[in-house]
């Protein structure tokens, strides 16, 4: 089939290829779509290729006069079709918009050659509106698994330049197709989303297609890690496969995420809102909490995409990769015991701890925009994944709010879901007062928090550095949450509030407030009656905290508990 000169190659996935041998996946995305490279005659296949004569043609040169094609020129005829998904004019649209298409997404995130497809052939079967006369091999969605770092992984790319990536009933097979696989073989997923929504000339049938994604994405919630990546239009009822996944990433500019658009908005609200305001990446990163990180572009979301797969266990009955790390383990950091101020009321960057103590400095810090006071994401002790959860005193003093609450919540729930051991490091002093969070729910959204740590039998390791004040002391791990190892500073602070609002309320009226100050620190500011009580487990030196850390995370690797048996618990959701 080929051995001609007249064939060019789509230079994007190439070039791309050559890129990320260079480390430079980072370039812009101008000066990959700059224009195709003419190559020599072709010396091996290339499953993207577009090519440059027609399918007519391609068909008319397949068939003898007189004699009938064959099935196997008919299958290719049809290949031909899928690779070249809605046409040249389309894909040029989609690369104007600054896009990758489908299959040039999947040869990124994708180990080299070894992308397997299921369904290329597919085709929807609807009759109405004039679709039986638009028929595209794949209708419209790339479905199949690969490898990352040679860890199997589940893929679907949804095409926009198919029926604007439409959900058919076809469509949705497809996709339930992968997800039933991937559970049955304990492997993730990953959905790339770039889709109009529901075919609506397909009505009811369209809706069904929904609704069986989503229950798949139900059963495989907590077996497998689901992952949505969202590179374009995702809106009415698609929105809701991403929010039931694990991770909602988002790619700055190209990408939204609403239920009802601008226009239906505007007709029922009368306001005038776009669609990057109303759900797009900076939104949902930022105020709503629906998405996890933006990225700024298809080809620095998929090498963080790849990055962020070599965290994740394949399932929940694997474990986490151990990478081999150069970082001692038992590091001593000097730094750290200058970090923490004197004066209890000036913040620091918790930030800075977290890049002293774990592997190589190397943390993937999840919903790094959204409730900022609290600190979550993945990174490496000892060479082992481990999920963190920190206070960060330089966003609100580290309150815990509703916002934080929730986000912490869910992250430790993940984290125990696939076993992977939580470090949290703790300065909070207390929850954030105020008629806002009393009338919108702190005390239910902050009881997520407090059940989720309650619930988790991973190990769990949590260092104060500060202070634990009141409630926030007991739900932030706290050793009565089962924690398994608990150690405090020297400047740890656990009490049931600061000392001055204590002193004010038992000394009402006294005179000697400041003497009484000083006694309530003397006896209660400091991690010493905790000791005592075995509510810690020691009073560490900064420097020995990664040293620590990794010494438990090694004695906890065999720790066995389990919960009693029930169908399943009721958090205050």
Avoid at 18 to 35: N, T, V, W
Avoid at 55 to 76: H, I, N, Y
Avoid at 184 to 212: F, K, T
Avoid at 352 to 365: A, P, R
Wanted: glycine share 8%; aromatic share 8%; with cysteine.
């Amino acid at each position: 089939v080929c051995t001609g000169t007249d064939y060019r190659i789509v230079s994007v996935v190439m070039l791309s290829r050559s890129l990320r041998r260079l480390g430079a996946l980072r370039a812009p995305l101008q000066s990959i779509y700059a224009k195709p490279i003419p190559l020599a005659p072709v010396s091996r296949l290339v499953s993207h290729r577009l090519f440059s004569q027609s399918p007519t043609q391609l068909k008319e040169k397949a068939t003898v006069v007189g004699k009938p094609v064959s099935m196997q020129d008919r299958v290719d005829e049809k290949r031909r079709l899928a690779f070249e998904a809605g046409g040249s004019k389309r894909v040029d649209q989609q690369h104007q918009k600054g896009k990758l298409t489908a299959r040039e997404r999947l040869e990124l995130l994708l180990d080299e050659g070894s992308f397997r497809e299921y369904d290329a052939l597919v085709e929807h079967r609807c009759e109405h509106f004039g679709m039986e006369k638009q028929i595209i091999p794949g209708d419209g969605v790339i479905t199949g698994y690969g490898t990352i770092n040679g860890r199997t992984v589940f893929v679907y790319s949804q095409d926009f330049t198919v029926f604007g990536g439409s959900l058919s009933e076809s469509h949705a097979k497809k996709i339930c197709k992968v997800l039933d696989k991937a559970m049955m073989v304990g492997a993730p997923v990953i959905g790339l989303n770039d889709s109009g929504g529901a075919r609506i000339q397909e009505g009811v049938d369209s809706l069904a297609g929904y609704a069986e994604i989503f229950q798949r994405n139900v059963m495989a919630s907590g077996v497998i890690p689901q992952i949505s990546l969202i590179m374009g239009p995702c809106a009415g009822g698609a929105v809701y496969s991403p929010a039931i996944t694990d991770f909602i990433f988002m790619v700055k500019d190209t990408s939204y995420m609403f239920v009802t658009g601008p226009e239906v908005v505007k007709s029922v609200t009368h306001e005038e809102v776009t669609q990057e305001q109303l759900g797009g990446a900076k939104t949902h990163t930022s105020l709503s909490g629906v998405a996890h990180c933006a990225f700024e572009n298809d080809i620095d979301a998929l090498q963080k995409m790849r990055e962020f797969f070599d965290y994740l266990p394949l399932s929940n009955t694997r474990e986490a990769p151990i990478r081999t790390s150069s970082d001692p383990a038992d590091r001593e950091i000097p730094s750290l015991d200058l970090l923490v101020p004197n004066d209890p009321n000036k913040p620091y960057d918790m930030h800075e701890v977290l890049s002293k103590i774990v592997d190589d400095g190397e943390f993937f810090e999840v919903q790094p925009n959204y409730a900022k006071n609290i600190m979550i994401g993945f990174a490496r002790m000892g060479g082992r994944t481990v999920g963190i959860v920190a206070n960060q005193p330089k966003e609100l003093a580290g309150c815990l709010d509703i916002d934080a609450s929730v986000k912490a919540a869910r992250w430790v729930r993940f984290c125990d879901a696939f076993s992977i051991p939580l470090v949290t490091l703790v300065d909070v002093p207390g929850f954030l007062p105020g008629t806002a969070q009393e009338h919108n729910g702190i005390i239910r959204h902050g009881a997520k928090l407090l059940y989720a740590y309650a619930e988790a039998t991973v190990p769990k390791i949590a260092v104060i550095t500060r202070k634990a004040y009141g409630g926030a002391y007991d739900v932030m791990s706290s050793k009565h949450l089962r924690g398994d190892s608990n150690y405090s500073w020297p400047s740890g602070q656990l009490a049931v509030m600061g000392s001055k609002g204590a002193v004010e309320i038992i000394f009402r009226g006294k005179p000697d407030i400041k003497e009484q100050e000083a006694k309530y620190n003397e006896r209660f500011a400091n991690p010493f009656p905790a000791a005592q009580r075995g509510f810690i487990d020691d009073i560490i030196r900064p420097r020995d905290t990664r040293r620590v850390i990794c010494e438990d995370l090694e004695m906890l690797s065999t720790k066995e508990l389990k919960n009693p048996w029930k169908k399943h618990g009721n958090i205050p959701l």
